[in-house]
């Protein structure tokens, strides 16, 4: 059955009952938390770049270049996009406004390789990225001989003089919508060892383990390290404890590795994170092609979650993961801003079809991260489609 075209009410937040819907969430993740939900979660991925990317959005003409230099800049930017996100689309969070607005501060994927010495790229129509500095054995090998940078130092200095700028603001009672701030996050997690390796050297590495094995294996284990350190560093400023339960990160570069070359290099470097961060069972989160990996990360790491991408097989994902992971999964991205809404129908119906929610371990969202041109009211469709189709036994 379709339930045909957005109305009027799809689009925004318009008609929505906040209190009704936010009672609604916190009953649901209570259930979710005993297993005991009667229908599939949502929850979108997405971040400021819905409203700086967006011109129809982006009423304050926010660019990344000023984000990026200027820390109330970066604060607006997230509170317009906080407001937008609460106020407009739905999913399985809490809507409407605030007591205290949450924000953190946001460099997206480029703080750690713009850490170890990366320039920024300020690419028109998308978030910042890095240029590769490490691109030859000779660069990669006098890295190595230099050791690790401070993590307070290069880039990270900045980020620290951003969150600074953000507690001052919480502190002097600046307000948004006559809203205070509430808690203000930093960057404590990370991406990935092997991610921002690749990054840095703009792929040279997958090469140097062919090339150079002994190279490469020194240069993985001194950017763990130091990730590690700066990790440590930033958790005690944020005074946050670790090792910790509900500890997660990031690898997607991994999918570049057949599961044997994961085993012998990077899985010693995940294990080095999660023995110094983790309690129990770790999550993480792999943006492309990872089904050849999957069995790897439930035999070896024991993985409790997994925030998928594209491509992927959430069936399948559940049949080698097995009922007790967590997956999170959805739509094609480019089905979410494109539609039509018979398309949208068609790949809801797939997902929830394929036999991911066995074991009702499962949140719906996309595959991976909400582009900023889709249409709330393609959003809001899906959400309410989810909802009545996503039911469990």
């Known amino acids: ?136 054995e000779s660069r990669v090998a006098e890295f190595v001989r230099r050791g690790p940078p401070d993590p307070f130092s290069g880039f990270m200095a900045r980020v620290r003089e951003f969150y600074e700028h953000f507690l001052e603001r919480k502190e002097s009672g600046f307000t948004y919508m006559g809203r205070p701030i509430g808690h203000v ?88 994170i999660v023995r110094t961060f983790c309690v129990g069972r770790p999550s993480i989160h792999l943006c492309g092609s990872v089904m050849h990996l999957l069995g790897v990360l439930k035999e070896e790491l024991n993985i409790a979650s997994i925030d998928t991408g594209f491509p992927i097989d959430l069936g399948k994902a559940r049949e080698v993961l097995g009922e007790d992971v967590l997956i999170r999964g959805g739509v094609r991205v480019t089905t979410l801003e494109l539609g039509p809404l018979e398309s949208i129908e068609r790949e809801v119906r797939a997902v929830l079809g394929s036999g991911v929610t066995r074991g009702k371990r499962f949140i719906f969202g996309e595959a991976n991260n909400v582009t900023p041109a889709t249409p709330e009211g393609h959003l809001n469709y899906t959400y309410r489609l989810v909802v009545e189709l996503g039911r469990l036994d």
């Open 1 to 136: 059955m379709s339930l045909g075209h957005p109305s009027a009410g799809l689009e925004g937040g318009a008609g929505v009952d906040y209190e009704l819907h936010n009672e609604m969430v916190r009953k649901l993740w209570r259930d979710f938390s005993l297993n005991r939900h009667e229908r599939v979660p949502v929850v979108w991925s997405m971040n400021d770049r819905m409203v700086v990317l967006h011109p129809g959005r982006n009423r304050w003409g926010f660019t990344y270049a000023e984000i990026y230099s200027n820390p109330e800049a970066m604060l607006r930017a997230q509170l317009e996009f906080e407001r937008w996100r609460r106020l407009n689309v739905l999913a399985d969070w809490e809507m409407g406004l605030p007591e205290e607005w949450s924000v953190s501060v946001n460099f997206h994927n480029v703080y750690e390789s713009a850490w170890l010495g990366a320039p920024l790229y300020f690419a028109p129509n998308s978030v910042p990225d890095v240029k590769p500095f490490l691109t030859s």
């Open 185 to 272: 996050g930093a960057p404590i997690g990370t991406d990935g060892p092997f991610t921002v390796a690749y990054n840095v050297t703009g792929g040279l590495i997958l090469r140097l383990l062919f090339r150079n094995r002994r190279l490469a294996e020194d240069f993985l284990w001194l950017v763990t390290e130091a990730i590690i350190e700066r990790m440590k560093a930033w958790h005690r400023l944020l005074k946050v404890p670790f090792p910790r339960e509900g500890f997660g990160f990031a690898d997607d570069a991994i999918q570049n590795l057949s599961p044997q070359m994961y085993r012998e290099v990077v899985l010693p470097l995940h294990r080095e």
